[in-house]
């Protein structure tokens, strides 16, 4: 299956190409062409998986794109563990999701166009995902931010849908920018963008501050894609979008490729120790901050979108203290139980008809029993109990902080898995257990949607089995970075953490639920700090800010130069030659004879200088003949 | 010989004047004619027979008689005021002058390479073999271009009707 | 005896005037027959040319021959045209045909 792995990517631009062209105007045909391209594209990543289960192998083809004097891209298919562990997940989720979706966006006057969207986005995704090269993995990064525009944007007719996909473009941009830097100083240095001979050259490379500059230049781009402080703002605002899409792209995967795009390019990461604890405090004060805005956000897709930065946090922490396996294994079980619980709320949502404010729901229990208890489910992952998905992976993070040292990360991590258990289950009490708090009619949601979220319900328990120490041969034996990871069973570790996840979920269950002292007083007596999580530190407001005094400042600052100097000098230029033109044109007599004067005298005074001058010492003396 | 050439150099100077400084348009009509007659004449010193023939046949005959019709057809109000100067007659002898100097200059410092070779008995004959056979590509230009002259200048000068 | 450059200067002279009388005159076929004047000095030229340094050959009448073709041809062009804007413009006046301008 491995040499048919280029069609992985392609079979969902094929559909894209397709839907767009072609079957835009029949609905259900569009839908079924999208989600049968992109099973075919799960069907080739599992054989593609399989193989690689047997034979542990990196493989690498492409074919030429640019090949012109000193510079050589190949578009091609990079398969080694991560890649195809990406390939896997993203098909498998992706898949699920526009089965879902069948039901979700059943009614939405946009559906084909919604499924052509999901298409570009796994074309782009899994393009990203199998790059070869910086330009290829670039131009795909740039795709995927168009697809998450197009999506967060899908209904462009709300006016804070648009805004949203204006702010997450232009914040990713950001980053990008850094990224595009980073690449092409690289490329300076090395003439390559060829992974696999970067990693080779950069080996010897001896100019470590250099390499750290543009490895940080690098960060940038994952900074902005996977939403780490303080380019994180786009994401809770990316919640405008459908609520498949949230879950396919602002949760699973897409968010996941800057964690990917790091761990791509890891080599270089390894090469230059301070980038990596960059990485390593970026990711940990993510995975705090998200955690603490967490805690007091009331939109249910809000709440879990906090929650997504901050295990995009813990996955850049593990990442920057050296724990490429874990790192890995955390994005495999965030994207199953983080697309079960945005797929949970897309439930709620569709069944409450488009409210998103937990506190006007409650007694979902009794209403929506699959829902609730998928959801549970889900939570339980997020917050990392023994067994769920989450603990296996959680805790293989807390021991590799410990093993390397990091003990300041490492109680930083502790801390925010407090907290993300405490508002996990402070969404989960608030939203549905207790009576209704509002007049609402909750209905269960059609089979399409159960049953994914049964089928992910299933992995978010199961999968992280695959990375615990009872497997041998797990996941690190096939996903690592120089040498296989064996787990090891860190008794300590998975005490605190299961203390830390429970003292969580119990406090959750005090306040929210039996209200030994209620919210509101809470509320009040803790009114600042609760105001500044309340409104997510005010960073919002101090871009706002900034990008109003300081950036306005600037730019009345260069209108005032574009329109006195610039237009002052291209307007003067018409100016003057219409000025000179108006008084030249006198001399347009309209009379012949006129003219035919000015001709002969020309022509005498021609002759008067040729009679004077020999033309050929001239020319010769300017140096011409 | 000399006498006749002074006196038709004469002639055809003083005419040459007269045309450009007339101002009724039939005399200078016609004093352009007595020009053309005396550079016939120098054609005939020059043994150029058969030319000054053409010369007479040609611009005597037919270009003047288009001429005066020309002014017939088209001259409205008194005759004696018919060919007025310009306002750039000053300008115009300036030019003038100022051409006859480099005209002069140029011929003055040129050495030609006079032969004293006896002139062709007869031009005639001559002519039409050069004009048949080296320049006969030039004379067939020359016919086609008469042609178009002569259709142009009937589709220029026909009355305009309504509808065309 | 007379030389070649007494034709020559004739020449010279004869399309001076008539250049005196393309540039100074007002009726547009006063300047038609200024333009014959220069034409008729520059087959002076030709001629003399032929006769007075290649004697035996006749080149130079050939192409006065041509001269006096192409002029005539551009008289009854020049008259038709100066006709057609007679009808035009009801005149013939160089001066005031200054409707080429700014």
């Known amino acids: 299956m491995i040499e048919y792995a280029w069609l992985i990517p392609l079979l969902p631009l094929v559909s894209f190409a397709l839907i767009v062209f072609v079957t835009g105007r029949n609905r259900l045909l569009s839908a079924g062409i999208s989600i049968a391209a992109i099973a075919a594209s799960f069907v080739i990543a599992a054989g593609v998986g399989l193989e690689f289960l047997h034979n542990p192998e990196t493989v690498e083809y492409g074919l030429p794109w640019v090949d012109v004097l000193g510079l050589r891209v190949e578009m091609g298919v990079l398969l080694d563990g991560i890649s195809v562990l990406m390939l896997l997940i993203v098909t498998f989720i992706a898949t699920l999701i526009q089965i879902y979706s069948l039901g979700y966006m059943h009614e939405d006057p946009g559906f084909s166009r919604y499924y052509s969207y999901m298409s570009l986005f796994a074309f782009s995704m899994l393009g990203l995902v199998v790059a070869t090269n910086f330009l290829q993995l670039y131009i795909f990064f740039e795709l995927v931010g168009l697809a998450s525009y197009l999506l967060i944007g899908f209904w462009y007719e709300k006016h804070s849908a648009a805004e949203a996909a204006k702010k997450a473009f232009v914040t990713t941009r950001a980053g990008d920018f850094g990224l595009l830097l980073g690449i092409l100083i690289l490329f300076s240095l090395f003439g390559t963008f060829d992974f696999t001979e970067l990693a080779d050259r950069i080996a010897g490379f001896d100019n470590i501050p250099l390499l750290t500059l543009l490895t940080v230049l690098i960060f940038l781009g994952p900074v902005g894609k996977s939403a780490q402080v303080p380019l994180h703002v786009w994401l809770p605002d990316a919640m405008e979008g459908p609520t498949p899409v949230s879950a396919l792209i602002h949760a699973a995967t897409m968010v996941a490729a800057g964690v990917y795009l790091v761990a791509r390019t890891y080599f270089l990461f390894a090469n230059a120790p301070v980038a990596l604890t960059v990485v390593a405090w970026v990711g940990g004060i993510t995975a705090l901050f998200a955690a603490t805005i967490a805690t007091a956000q009331d939109d249910i897709k809000r709440v879990l979108a906090y929650s997504t930065i901050s295990q995009l946090g813990y996955m850049m922490l593990a990442l920057g203290v050296g724990g490429f396996t874990a790192s890995m294994f955390h994005l495999t079980t965030h994207a199953f139980f983080k697309a079960l619980l945005f797929l949970g709320a897309g439930s709620v949502i569709i069944g409450l008809h488009h409210k998103q404010n937990i506190w006007e729901m409650g007694g979902l229990y009794k209403k929506m029993p699959i829902t609730t208890v998928t959801f549970l489910v889900g939570s339980l992952a997020l917050a990392g109990l023994f067994p769920f998905a989450g603990f296996w992976s959680k805790d293989s993070i807390f021991a590799v902080a410990l093993e390397h040292g990091q003990v300041a990360l490492y109680w930083l991590a502790v801390a925010a898995a407090f907290l993300t258990a405490f508002y996990t289950f402070r969404l989960f009490f608030v939203a549905f257990m207790g009576r209704p708090r509002s007049d609402h009619h909750a209905v269960e949601s059609p089979p399409s949607m159960t049953g994914v979220l049964v089928i992910l319900a299933l992995f978010a328990i199961g999968v992280g089995f695959i990375g615990s120490p009872f497997i041998k041969e797990g996941f690190g034996h096939f996903i690592y970075f120089g040498k296989p990871h064996v787990e090891h069973l860190h008794m300590n570790i998975a005490l605190t953490s299961t203390a830390v996840t429970l003292a969580g979920i119990t406090l959750a269950w005090l306040v929210y639920s039996v209200r030994v002292t209620s919210f509101e007083t809470l509320s009040v007596a803790l009114k600042p700090a609760y105001l500044l999580l309340k409104n997510k530190y005010y960073i919002d407001e101090i871009y706002r800010w900034v990008g109003e005094r300081v950036v306005e400042g600037f730019g009345f600052v260069l209108q005032w130069f574009d329109r006195t100097i610039i237009d002052g000098v291209v307007n003067g230029t018409g100016t003057l030659t219409e000025a000179i033109g108006r008084r030249l044109r006198v001399v347009h007599t309209g009379d012949l004879q006129t003219y035919a004067l000015v001709i002969l005298s020309g022509v005498a005074l021609l002759f008067a200088i040729l009679a004077l001058v020999d033309p050929v010492k001239v020319l010769k003396l300017g140096g011409i003949l | ?164 | 005896m007379i030389s070649l450059t007494h034709y020559l200067v004739l020449a010279a002279v004869l399309f001076s005037i008539g250049l005196f009388g393309v540039i100074t005159k007002r009726n547009a076929i006063a300047i038609l027959m200024g333009i014959e004047l220069m034409l008729n000095a520059v087959n002076i030229n030709l001629v003399a040319f032929s006769r007075f340094i290649e004697p035996s050959d006749v080149v130079g009448q050939v192409f006065a021959v041509f001269i006096i073709v192409v002029a005539a041809a551009e008289v009854a062009v020049g008259l038709a045209i100066i006709i057609a804007l007679a009808r035009a413009r009801q005149t013939i006046d160089a001066e005031e045909l200054h409707l080429l301008k700014w």
């Open chain 2, 1 to 164: 010989m000399e006498i006749v050439f002074w006196i038709t150099a004469f002639v055809v100077i003083a005419s040459a004047v007269g045309v450009v400084t007339m101002t009724n348009l039939i005399h200078s009509a016609l004093l352009l004619a007595l020009t053309m007659f005396g550079v016939a004449v120098l054609f005939v010193i020059l043994a150029a027979d058969f030319l000054a023939a053409v010369q007479v046949l040609v611009y005597v005959g037919a270009v003047m008689a288009l001429v005066v019709f020309g002014v017939m057809i088209l001259q409205r109000g008194p005759m004696n005021l018919s060919n007025m100067p310009s306002k750039h007659v000053l300008g115009g002898l300036f030019a003038a002058i100022a051409t006859m100097g480099f005209l002069f200059w140029g011929l003055g410092s040129t050495e030609w390479p006079v032969s004293e070779a006896a002139p062709a008995a007869t031009t005639v004959e001559p002519i039409a073999e050069l004009l048949f056979t080296k320049y006969v590509v030039a004379f067939e230009v020359a016919g086609v271009l008469l042609t178009v002259a002569a259709i142009g200048a009937i589709i220029l000068a026909k009355e305009v009707r309504a509808g065309d």
